[in-house]
C-alpha cells in the first residue's frame, strides 16, 4: 500500500513520470496479456496433447527443436515464414485502412501464377526478367483486389463477401489454367518451370553448406525490404498517414480533406500487390513452376499473422517469422511424433481468441486482483482537481 | 419463331431445366444456402455482423458425423452437431459480446481456426487426412410423405428427402413467427434496429444477442449436418466451401426476411443444379461450373445493390419533386 502511496504522490508531482508511468503501464500491460494468451493457448495445446497421450512438455520441446534447434531447421523457417511477411504486411496494410481483406489467399495465387506465366514465356536477361517477373506478380494480385475493391466502394458490398468468393473463383481458375492452356506435361496439372534468368537464388545454391536441406531462398530479403518500405510509408509519408486515417475515422478523414476514394482504393490494391508479389516470390525461390494449388493457406495465415501482431507492421513481420518458426517446427514434429502439423494453427487461433479479447483480461483481473476501494477513490479524487 | 422452333425450345428447357431431377436437385443444393442464410439472418436481425458462420458449419459437419460415428445413430449425429453450434455460438458470443473483442476480427480468426481444427481433429480422433467416410457412420434416410408422394410430378419433387430439407422448411416458417408473432422476436427486432432504444424501454440488450448469435450457430450446425449426412456420409476437409458466405449474401438478397432467405437460396440451387446439369454435358471444363455458385453470389450481390440504389435515387428525386411543388 506505502509503495502505491508513493508512487502516486511522484505521479502528481510530476506531470512527465505520470505519463511515462502510465505508458509503461500500458506496455506492461500489453505485453502480459499477450504472453498470458500464448501462455493461456499452450496450456490449451497441452490438455489436447495429453488427452492424446503425449507428454506437452516433449512436443513442445520437439517444436522448438524443430525451428530453431539446427541450421537446417533454421533456414526451414526462413523459407517457410517468406511468403507469411507478404501475406501478413498485405493483410496488416487492409485491416489498417479499414478494409478486411480476407483475400489474400486469392490475391497470393493470382499474383503467383501471372508471375509464373512471364518467368517461362518470355526468355529476356535476368536484369530485366527478374524485376519484369515480380512486377507482373504484384500487378496480378492488385488485379485480384481490384473487383471487391470496387464492389465495396461504388455499392458498399462488404468486402468480406466478396473477397471470400473471389478466393474460390481464383482456386478454380487457377485448376483451369494450370490443366488446360498452361499445362506442359500429360502427367501433371503443372506449367513449364520458370526461365533460370527469372529465379530467386536459393542459399543452397550460393554455398553448399549454408541452408542444407532446406529450399529457403533470398525471397526474404525482398520481404523484409517490402516491410522496410512498408514501415516508412506508414510512418513517414502523406500516403501512410491516410491510409492509417481512413482506418481509423472515415468522417474524420473526410473532414481533414482527405481523397477518400483514392486512399482507400490505393490501400487495398497495395495490399493485393504485396500478397501476389509474396506469391511470385514463393514460386521463383521454391517452387520453380505452378503446381496446382501449390501451397493454400499461406494467406490465411497471413490474415493470422497479422491479427497476432496487433495489426502493425513490425508486429505483423515478428508474428510472421514466428508462425513461419514454428511451422517449421510443426513440420517436423509431425515427423518425428506424428502429431498432425495443424497443431501449429490450432494453438495460433487459439492465441488470437485470447488475444482479441482485451476485455477477458480486464475480467480475470477483476475478479483474482481486485483493487482495495480506498485506491479507486483517490483516483477519482486526483481527477477531480 | 416457327413451331418447331418452339417445340425444341420448350424440349431444352424440359430436358436441361425444369424436369424432377432438376427441381429435387434445385431443393437439395438450397438446403445448406438456406441455412447459412438463417444464420446470418437471425444475428444480422439482432443487429450483428456475424461472419463466423462458414466456420460454425465445418464444426457442424465435423459433430455431426463424429455423433453418428460414435454413437452409430444419425440423430446422435444431429444433436451434437446443433450442440456444437450452440456451444460455438456461445463461446462467439461471449468472447464478442462480453469480453469485447472486434466481432469481425473474431469472426475471421474462428473461420482459419475451424479449417484448421477439423483438419487436426480427423487426423487425430479418426486418423485419416482429407476426408473420413466409414460405414459405422448412419446417414439421414430420405423421408417419404404419405400422401403427397402420390401426387404425380409434385410427388417425386417434394417428397423423399432428408428430413433436414423439411426442418428447414419448418425453420423458415417458425423463424417468420417468431420474429413478428412472438414478444421475444419483437425484442430481437427492437435491439437490432435501435439498440439504445430497446435497452431504454428495459430489454436486455446483450441476452438478446447471446441468444441470436447462439441460435445462429444451431442454424449453421444443420447446415453443416445436412452437408455430412445428408447424401454421402463423409467429413471432407473444407466442406463448408464458401456456404457461410453465400448465405450471407443470401441474406442480402431476401432482404433480412426469411421467405426471401428461402426464395434465394431456391434460386441460388437452381443455378448450381443447371451447372451440374451442364458438366453432364462437356460443354465448358468442370473448372468453370465449380466456379458457378461464387461468380452467381458476386453477379447477384452487384445485380441487387444496383437495384436498390437506383430505387432509393428515384425515391429521393420523387420525394424532392414533392418537396418542390410544396414550396410552389
Not at chain 1, 63 to 79: N, V
Request: proline letters at 3%.
Amino acid at each position: 500500500m506505502s509503495n502505491t502511496d508513493k508512487s502516486s504522490t511522484q505521479a502528481s508531482q510530476s506531470g512527465v513520470l505520470a505519463t511515462l508511468q502510465r505508458s509503461l503501464r500500458g506496455i506492461l500491460q500489453g505485453s502480459v496479456s499477450i504472453l498470458l494468451s500464448i501462455l493461456a493457448a499452450m496450456v490449451v495445446g497441452s490438455i489436447i496433447m495429453a488427452w492424446h497421450g503425449q507428454n506437452p512438455l516433449e512436443i513442445y520441446g520437439l517444436l522448438f527443436k524443430g525451428a530453431f534447434g539446427s541450421q537446417r531447421s533454421i533456414f526451414i523457417s526462413i523459407q517457410r515464414a517468406t511468403p507469411l511477411v507478404f501475406t501478413a504486411i498485405a493483410s496488416t496494410l487492409a485491416f489498417r485502412t479499414g478494409v478486411f481483406n480476407v483475400g489474400v489467399e486469392g490475391q497470393f495465387f493470382i499474383g503467383a501464377i501471372c508471375g509464373t506465366f512471364v518467368g517461362y514465356a518470355f526468355k529476356l536477361p535476368l536484369i530485366i526478367h527478374l524485376p519484369l517477373t515480380l512486377l507482373v506478380g504484384f500487378l496480378g494480385g492488385a488485379l485480384w483486389a481490384y473487383f471487391p475493391t470496387i464492389m465495396r466502394q461504388r455499392l458498399g458490398i462488404s468486402e468480406i463477401i466478396t473477397t471470400i468468393m473471389t478466393n474460390y473463383i481464383a482456386t478454380f481458375l487457377i485448376s483451369y489454367l494450370t490443366n488446360y492452356p498452361m499445362r506442359d506435361t500429360l502427367t501433371t496439372p503443372e506449367t513449364p518451370p520458370v526461365h533460370e534468368s527469372a529465379r530467386l537464388v536459393q542459399f543452397v545454391e550460393l554455398n553448399e553448406n549454408l541452408g542444407k536441406g532446406s529450399q529457403a531462398h533470398v525471397g526474404i530479403f525482398i520481404a523484409l525490404a517490402v516491410v522496410a518500405a512498408m514501415y516508412f510509408i506508414f510512418k513517414y509519408t502523406k500516403l501512410g498517414y491516410e491510409w492509417r486515417m481512413v482506418g481509423i475515422s472515415f468522417p474524420f478523414s473526410e473532414f481533414g480533406g482527405m481523397d477518400l476514394d483514392r486512399t482507400f482504393i490505393s490501400g487495398m490494391l497495395v495490399s493485393g500487390g504485396i500478397a501476389g508479389l509474396g506469391g511470385i516470390v514463393e514460386i521463383l525461390g521454391v517452387w520453380r513452376e505452378y503446381k496446382n494449388l501449390f501451397a493454400i493457406g499461406f494467406g490465411f495465415r497471413g490474415n493470422l499473422a497479422a491479427l497476432l501482431g496487433g495489426q502493425t507492421i513490425l508486429g505483423s513481420t515478428v508474428a510472421a517469422l514466428f508462425y513461419g518458426s514454428m511451422e517449421a517446427g510443426a513440420l517436423g514434429l509431425e515427423w518425428a511424433a506424428g502429431v498432425p502439423r495443424q497443431l501449429i494453427d490450432v494453438i495460433v487461433g487459439l492465441i488470437i481468441f485470447f488475444m482479441a479479447a482485451p476485455g477477458m483480461w480486464a475480467f480475470v483481473r477483476r475478479i483474482r486482483w481486485a483493487r482495495p476501494s480506498e485506491e479507486v477513490r483517490r483516483t477519482t479524487k486526483e481527477l477531480e482537481v | 419463331m416457327d413451331a418447331d422452333t418452339v417445340a425444341q425450345l420448350l424440349d431444352i428447357l424440359q430436358r436441361y431445366v425444369f424436369n424432377v431431377a432438376n427441381l429435387q436437385g434445385m431443393l437439395r443444393l438450397a438446403t445448406p444456402v438456406a441455412l447459412a442464410g438463417l444464420c446470418a439472418l437471425i444475428t444480422s436481425r439482432a443487429g450483428i455482423l456475424n461472419i463466423a458462420g462458414e466456420g460454425m458449419i465445418l464444426f457442424g459437419a465435423w459433430f455431426a458425423v463424429a455423433g453418428s460415428y460414435f454413437f452409430e445413430s444419425a440423430l446422435a449425429g444431429v444433436l451434437a452437431a446443433m450442440l456444437s453450434g450452440a456451444v460455438i455460438g456461445g463461446l462467439f458470443a461471449l468472447f464478442s459480446l462480453r469480453f469485447r473483442a472486434h466481432i469481425i476480427i473474431m469472426g475471421i480468426a474462428i473461420n482459419i481456426f475451424a479449417v484448421a481444427a477439423t483438419i487436426f481433429m480427423t487426423r487425430v480422433v479418426f486418423g485419416q487426412a482429407g476426408a473420413f467416410a466409414d460405414p459405422r457412420i448412419v446417414g439421414l434416410h430420405p423421408i417419404d410423405i404419405p400422401i403427397i408422394k402420390d401426387i404425380p410430378f409434385l410427388g417425386p419433387v417434394l417428397s423423399g428427402h432428408s428430413i433436414i430439407i423439411y426442418l428447414t422448411w419448418i425453420l423458415v416458417a417458425l423463424t417468420t413467427v417468431f420474429l413478428y408473432r412472438t414478444p421475444w422476436g419483437l425484442h430481437l427486432r427492437a435491439v437490432g434496429e435501435n439498440p439504445h432504444a430497446a435497452e431504454a424501454l428495459g430489454i436486455n440488450v446483450e441476452r438478446i444477442r447471446f441468444g441470436a448469435v447462439m441460435a445462429s450457430g444451431v442454424f449453421a450446425s444443420l447446415a453443416g449436418v445436412y452437408l455430412a449426412l445428408g447424401h454421402l456420409q463423409m467429413f471432407t476437409d473444407q466442406m463448408s466451401a464458401g456456404r457461410g458466405f453465400i448465405g450471407m449474401a443470401v441474406n442480402t438478397f431476401g432482404g433480412g426476411e426469411p421467405i426471401g432467405v428461402f426464395l434465394s437460396s431456391l434460386l441460388f440451387g437452381f443455378v448450381d443444379t443447371i451447372g451440374w446439369r451442364l458438366q453432364g454435358e462437356r460443354l465448358i471444363p468442370v473448372y468453370f461450373i465449380s466456379m458457378l455458385p461464387y461468380v452467381a453470389t458476386l453477379l447477384a450481390l452487384t445485380a441487387f445493390t444496383l437495384h436498390r440504389e437506383r430505387a432509393r435515387k428515384a425515391a429521393l428525386a420523387n420525394s424532392n419533386n414533392g418537396e418542390e411543388q410544396q414550396e410552389d
